[in-house]
């Protein structure tokens, strides 16, 4: 690894440090946190909430065996998949997501890797807006910012998606593009982006029963949960999304009647489990691949990249 890579990567530890430290001292002033120390974790629950999301790693990664490119070995696709997230989380402004471009395969030019990157991001958030607007109704949320918001990008994407189309099918340097994509392989691709932010939601799920919340009454609230940091979560911002996600928590779960001192220690909890997942994994799977059989060759893509 390079030394401005090791720089970036203690600069980004850094600052998650210090947005966490002020974020403690600013909503400490406003909220109480002293619900934090009373919430009784059923760790068995906490590591199945845990597991549930790296979990979803392994099934976006299958977005690219049995999706768009099955030419890439599972190994790699997840690789590519969770480096990318567990950089995010001590990375600001989602710069992980730069670092999949150097763990495709090494035959790979640049075009194809934007493409494999781009396609699946985009994928994701029309996953995400669907599966949210979804949520609204069924969990019972009554944000109607949040709600206008969710139909807003709903529109936008049944838009985007429709432009798409027709500017694929009636341009054909376009068409040659993409040509080679527009195939079962993407539909496989959303099928399996779909289950991996399905597995997400279910993991919120485990994780509110996880802090003393009833089974079925914590249904609704991680719906609302899903939603609401989803929402908040497509601003590029801090490393690991530090205070969005928690805001967007408290947006969620305040918005069906749970007080915000509760909802922030809920969502510091939700975080922290986040963090338990996506940062180890990260880190070990980029302790494989930079030590591995094209350990050599993502040495010297790091290298001319950062």
Same mark, same amino acid.
């Given at each position: 690894?390079?030394?401005?890579?090791?720089?970036?990567?203690?600069?980004?530890?850094?600052?998650?440090?210090?947005?966490?430290?002020?974020?403690?001292?600013?909503?400490?002033?406003?909220?109480?946190?002293?619900?934090?120390?009373?919430?009784?974790?059923?760790?068995?629950?906490?590591?199945?909430?845990?597991?549930?999301?790296?979990?979803?790693?392994?099934?976006?990664?299958?977005?690219?065996?049995?999706?768009?490119?099955?030419?890439?070995?599972?190994?790699?696709?997840?690789?590519?998949?969770?480096?990318?997230?567990?950089?995010?989380?001590?990375?600001?402004?989602?710069?992980?997501?730069?670092?999949?471009?150097?763990?495709?395969?090494?035959?790979?030019?640049?075009?194809?890797?934007?493409?494999?990157?781009?396609?699946?991001?985009?994928?994701?958030?029309? !996953? /995400? &807006?669907? *599966?949210?607007? =979804?949520?609204?109704?069924? @969990?019972?949320?009554?944000?109607?910012? $949040? #709600?206008?918001? +969710?139909?807003?990008?709903?529109?936008?994407?049944?838009?985007?998606?429709?432009?798409?189309?027709?500017?694929?099918?009636?341009?054909?340097?376009?068409?040659?593009?993409?040509?080679?994509?527009?195939?079962?392989?993407?539909?496989?691709?959303?099928?399996?982006?779909?289950?991996?932010?399905?597995?997400?939601?279910?993991?919120?799920?485990?994780?509110?029963?996880?802090?003393?919340?009833?089974?079925?009454?914590?249904?609704?609230?991680?719906?609302?949960?899903?939603?609401?940091?989803?929402?908040?979560?497509?601003?590029?911002?801090?490393?690991?999304?530090?205070?969005?996600?928690?805001?967007? !928590? /408290? &947006?969620? *779960?305040?918005? =069906?009647?749970?007080?915000? @001192?509760?909802?922030?220690?809920?969502? $510091? #909890?939700?975080? +922290?489990?986040?963090?338990?997942?996506?940062?180890?994994?990260?880190?070990?799977?980029?302790?494989?691949?930079?030590?591995?059989?094209?350990?050599?060759?993502?040495?010297?893509?790091?290298?001319?990249?950062?």
């Amino acid at each position: 690894m390079s030394a401005k890579t090791k720089i970036k990567l203690f600069l980004g530890s850094l600052l998650t440090v210090l947005v966490f430290y002020y974020l403690f001292r600013k909503l400490g002033r406003s909220l109480n946190l002293n619900h934090l120390l009373t919430i009784k974790i059923n760790w068995l629950l906490a590591a199945v909430s845990v597991f549930l999301q790296m979990f979803s790693n392994y099934l976006r990664a299958m977005g690219y065996t049995r999706g768009i490119d099955p030419n890439i070995n599972r190994i790699t696709a997840l690789q590519i998949v969770s480096i990318g997230h567990g950089a995010n989380m001590i990375l600001p402004l989602n710069i992980g997501d730069g670092l999949r471009f150097a763990f495709f395969p090494s035959d790979y030019n640049a075009l194809r890797r934007t493409k494999l990157v781009m396609i699946p991001a985009l994928a994701d958030f029309v !996953v /995400i &807006i669907t *599966l949210s607007l =979804l949520a609204v109704p069924f @969990s019972g949320f009554r944000d109607h910012r $949040l #709600v206008r918001i +969710l139909w807003i990008l709903f529109f936008i994407c049944i838009i985007a998606i429709v432009l798409t189309l027709l500017v694929t099918y009636f341009v054909p340097r376009l068409r040659n593009y993409f040509n080679e994509f527009l195939n079962v392989g993407m539909l496989n691709m959303v099928f399996w982006v779909f289950l991996s932010w399905a597995a997400l939601l279910l993991a919120i799920w485990i994780g509110l029963v996880a802090c003393g919340f009833h089974w079925l009454p914590s249904l609704r609230l991680s719906f609302a949960v899903f939603a609401a940091t989803n929402l908040v979560n497509l601003i590029p911002s801090s490393p690991g999304a530090v205070g969005l996600y928690e805001y967007g !928590v /408290i &947006i969620g *779960l305040a918005g =069906l009647g749970i007080q915000q @001192s509760t909802a922030l220690s809920i969502g $510091l #909890v939700l975080h +922290l489990f986040q963090y338990s997942a996506f940062l180890p994994m990260g880190l070990v799977l980029f302790i494989m691949a930079v030590s591995g059989k094209y350990g050599k060759t993502i040495r010297t893509m790091l290298r001319e990249r950062f």
